[in-house]
């Protein structure tokens, strides 16, 4: 009985968080959606790893009203298979040092000349 109560919270807050995503995603607006997705490209094409910190950094895009947006972007990227989850983990910035993914390119071309 326990584990099918565990199992009901952990699919309760998958769906929070799948509606926190579609709601930031829908603030951002679709041009900016559109956007960060071709940002998002390009970096995974020249760099071998990305965490969203660096892609912050690097990426030539507004910060959202609500950064929860670009972590539709990163789930969209993944399910086209332009990256998957690397199984390391580093601190974001943006998330109060809460350890955030490491992604590995899918599509690494090397580094732009």
Known sequence: ???EHNQNEI???QQRRAE????AEKAAGVE???KAYEELRTF???HQTMHSDDFWKWANIKFPKDGRALGAVFLRASRNKLMRKSGRYRPTIR???ADSPVWASLIYQGPSK
Not at 20 to 23: C, D, L, Q, T, V
Request: proline share 0%; aromatic share 6%; charged share 30%.
């Open 95 to 97: 998330s109060n040092m």
């Open 1 to 3: 009985m326990k584990d």
């Open 44 to 46: 995974l094409q020249i």
């Open 32 to 34: 900016w959606s559109r």
């Open 20 to 23: 926190g995503i579609a709601r």
């Open 11 to 13: 699919e309760k807050a």
